[in-house]
């Protein structure tokens, strides 16, 4: 049963933005964290950002400046835009939700493919 659902990915060029969209009709945001991760070709998968419960935001050296993650409470929806996007940014991006970032693995969904041409 697929708990989480990503939307939002496509082809864009360098230079360009994306917002991805993280839904759920089984996990309360509100009381778990939400992480993106994305996962390039033959790489493992990494952390991008993250927004916890009290809606503290963390990002990876590589995102942070470009991408911002939010919540929307009311929708129980998490975004992730991503703007000056770059070629290695290309990956699948996927949404994850537990209840704490120390705490693993939580929920995944299946992921959303974001392509970024040079």
């Known amino acids: 049963q697929v708990r989480l659902e990503e939307s939002g990915g496509g082809l864009v060029q360098a230079g360009g933005s994306l917002r991805l969209s993280c839904a759920s009709a089984?996990?309360?945001?509100?009381?778990?964290?939400v992480g993106w991760y994305r996962q390039a070709p033959e790489k493992q998968r990494d952390l991008v950002a993250y927004?916890?419960?009290?809606?503290?935001?963390n990002y990876a050296e590589s995102a942070k400046g470009r991408f911002t993650i939010s919540r929307d409470n009311a929708k129980n929806m998490a975004y992730l835009q991503m703007n000056t996007m770059k070629p290695e940014d290309t990956g699948v991006y996927y949404c994850?939700?537990?209840?704490?970032?120390?705490?693993?693995?939580?929920?995944w969904g299946q992921g959303t493919q974001v392509t970024v041409s040079s």
């Open positions: 994850n939700a537990r209840p704490d970032i120390t705490m693993g693995p939580g929920s």
């Open positions: 089984t996990i309360d945001f509100r009381i778990n964290t």
């Open positions: 927004i916890n419960r009290d809606g503290g935001t």
